[in-house]
């Protein structure tokens, strides 16, 4: 967080509610409120037969490393339609936001961000990764190029995903990683 207002360029101080510390700020001049709330991170597991969806990230951080396409969401969209751009951004597939079901969510403390996955299928292996992306590709698990994972942290919910993608049972999974632990629960089956 900024020790600076954006509004006015006065300092920040922390803002104490009900006798209680909290992780927010208020400006010392114009009282204006300022949130250090957790990003949210949207992602999309795409299946091709048992092969899923990777790319290879041309921006900063981990430039030339393999992830899930993924990003952040934007103002004004709902989380389907942020995974469903990031998905088209990253990769060139070109999804509604209605091809997508729900997979995935939690949190991960050390980095603060909540992660919302969905999954989706597709028939053909086209790819048209744009800027973001150096390259793209279908993957197997034998094949994901796994020493050049973007974010090895969260293995264990790609390896959830190839593990249902191989079983073709996928739950919905709710997830807490923090830097002492990675915890995975089950929610509910779906068909």
Not at 156 to 184: K, P
Request: glycine content about 8%; charged content about 20%; some cysteine.
């Amino acid at each position: 967080m900024t020790r600076y207002c954006p509004h006015c360029g006065a300092t920040l101080e922390q803002h104490m509610v009900g006798g209680e510390l909290r992780n927010h700020w208020r400006c010392t001049a114009c009282a204006r409120l300022h949130y250090d709330h957790p990003m949210i991170v949207v992602t999309t597991f795409v299946a091709c037969g048992k092969r899923l969806l990777w790319v290879q990230r041309a921006l900063p951080p981990k430039v030339g490393a393999w992830a899930i396409p993924g990003g952040f969401l934007e103002q004004d969209e709902t989380l389907a339609e942020g995974a469903a751009r990031e998905l088209r951004e990253e990769s060139g597939v070109v999804l509604p936001a209605s091809a997508l079901t729900f997979y995935m969510m939690g949190t991960i403390t050390f980095i603060n961000q909540v992660y919302v996955a969905f999954r989706a299928r597709v028939t053909d292996e086209s790819l048209n990764p744009g800027p973001e992306s150096l390259a793209a590709g279908f993957f197997s698990r034998d094949e994901c190029p796994w020493g050049q994972v973007a974010y090895p942290e969260v293995n264990d919910s790609i390896i959830q995903a190839y593990d249902d993608l191989d079983s073709g049972r996928f739950d919905v999974w709710h997830t807490e990683m923090t830097a002492q632990r990675y915890a995975r629960q089950r929610v509910s089956e779906l068909p």
